[in-house]
């Protein structure tokens, strides 16, 4: 039996290519005292994602809160080693898009579909960010 494969359409915001097992969060995230970029792990003390490390992951959430510390924060990810293989995210502002390119990470966003309603943690998901698609594998 084959594995489910899910393709999403959406627009680019970082191009290049890259794969990796998806952790998805429905709540936004902090970069500036919301994770520690050397570990690459939410610090956020009430995020559902409390502790979990994004490194070498897809990272899939509803985009960034707080303040512009966001591209500093994940900047320093992409140094240390930390920084997710791609992101995909429903809202754009100017934090995630800065955060994103400082990564180089591939990502993408606004979507054909909810990308929160479609993956799920542990999915395997390719992340195509120069034609702007997400194809997903099911984990079952």
Same mark, same amino acid.
């Given at each position: ?5 899910? !393709?999403?359409?959406?627009?680019? /915001? ?25 570990? +690459? ?7 559902? %994602?409390?502790?979990?490390? @994004?490194?070498?992951? /897809? %990272?899939? @959430? ?11 924060? @994940?900047?320093?990810?992409? %140094? ?8 995909? @995210? ?8 800065? +955060? ?15 990308? %929160?309603? !479609? /993956? ?11 034609? +702007? ?8």
């Amino acid at each position: 039996m084959s594995a489910k494969k899910i !393709v999403l359409r959406g627009r680019k /915001v970082v191009g290049g290519c890259a794969e990796g097992e998806a952790l998805v969060t429905k709540e936004t995230i902090s970069g500036w005292g919301g994770i520690d970029p050397m570990t +690459g792990t939410v610090i956020e003390t009430h995020h559902e %994602l409390h502790g979990v490390s @994004f490194r070498d992951r /897809v %990272l899939v @959430f509803p985009g960034a809160k707080g303040s512009s510390g966001w591209s500093n924060a @994940f900047h320093m990810t992409r %140094l240390a080693g930390t920084a997710p293989k791609a992101m995909v @995210f429903n809202r754009m502002n100017t934090k995630i898009a800065l +955060g994103a390119v400082v990564t180089h990470a591939p990502t993408v966003t606004d979507l054909d579909q909810d990308p %929160l309603a !479609v /993956v799920e943690t542990g999915d395997w998901v390719r992340v195509d960010g120069d034609r +702007g698609i997400v194809e997903v594998t099911k984990k079952r």
